[in-house]
């Protein structure tokens, strides 16, 4: 099996080396005593993996999978690059394989959203939001397939820590059918079959929460929706195309009533006793 690499790696000397690695063992073991001497003895806090076994990520992304808040922040503190992504994919795997494909760009927080790990989760939002403009989005991390975690409970905790999260996830008008970036809503879609109580409920929470009939950027509902039905049109999934765009007019009328109600509020009850 080979890892094809995103980008090359910075090369170091064997004795930083067995230092990094000594961070990055004590990381998955959860050992914070370990990870703290490592890096005091100058341990790199972003230091990747063995990339030609196919292990490139960094101390901070085994701590968020395993969801250890006191070793995310631990690394956090000296420095680690919570922006740090996952650079490497299972080349061989037409079918996905064992998913590894998929998380390819994830960064730590993507992790720790798409596995359950509040406690990492919370961990990350306590610092101020730093994620760079072509990174996967943790939303889009939560509405994968597999998904360990209740949208409903981390969505808004993101949305609340980053609104800009919404325009945050690969969406390039010329690749989108290309299967290199996706909007919000597609992911929706994918994630989990839109039929099911479930499903319904993603595709609404995206519709409500993450689209906007008055954007101009990525997050624009109508611009996703055309995505959306060109997605599902592709399986002749008529019925998946109304309930699209039901939930988008009905997304498109409670907008128009809150601009309407903001515009010309409605008059506050009077106070005045009739006859005085």
């Known amino acids: 099996m080979k890892y094809p690499l995103a980008r090359p790696l910075k090369k170091v000397t064997k004795a930083q080396a067995a ?16 990870a703290r001497q490592a890096l005091a003895d100058g341990a790199d806090p972003s230091a990747r993996g063995d990339s030609t076994k196919g292990d490139d990520e960094t101390a901070l992304h085994y ?10 922040r631990l690394l956090l503190d000296h420095g680690a ?6 650079l490497q994919m299972d080349w061989d795997g037409g079918d996905g394989g064992d998913g590894d494909w998929c998380s390819v760009g994830w960064t730590p927080l993507n992790f720790a959203v798409y596995l359950g790990a509040l406690d990492a989760v919370a961990e990350f ?9 072509d990174h996967w989005s943790p939303l889009d991390a939560a509405l994968r397939e ?3 975690v209740d949208l409903a ?49 993603r595709v609404r929470w995206v519709i409500t929460h993450c689209l ?28 998946g195309i109304a309930f699209v765009e039901a939930c988008a007019a009905e997304r ?6 809150a601009v309407a109600k903001t515009v010309n509020p409605s008059p506050k009850p009077s106070t005045t006793r009739g006859g005085l």
Do not use: I, S
């Not at 690059?81 to 996952?86: F, G, I």
């Open 63 to 72: 701590a968020a999978q395993a969801n250890h808040p006191r070793m995310v």
């Open 146 to 148: 597999g998904a360990q």
């Open 212 to 239: 906007d009939p008055y954007a101009t950027g990525d997050d624009n509902l109508d611009r996703c929706v055309r995505f959306a039905v060109d997605h599902l049109d592709q399986d002749r999934d008529e019925a």
């Open 125 to 133: 939002l306590k610092d101020e939001p730093k994620q760079h403009a």
């Open 252 to 257: 498109k009328r409670a907008g128009f009533l």
């Open 19 to 34: 230092l990094n690695r000594r961070l990055l063992d004590a990381a998955k073991a959860g050992d914070l005593d370990a």
């Open 153 to 201: 409970v981390v969505g808004p905790r993101l949305l609340a820590w980053n609104p800009d999260l919404v325009r945050v996830h690969n969406l390039f008008e010329d690749d989108v059918h290309e299967g290199r970036g996706q909007c919000l809503l597609v992911a929706a879609l994918t994630g989990e079959p839109w039929f099911t109580v479930e499903g319904e409920a």
């Open 81 to 86: 690059d919570r922006t740090a992504e996952r």
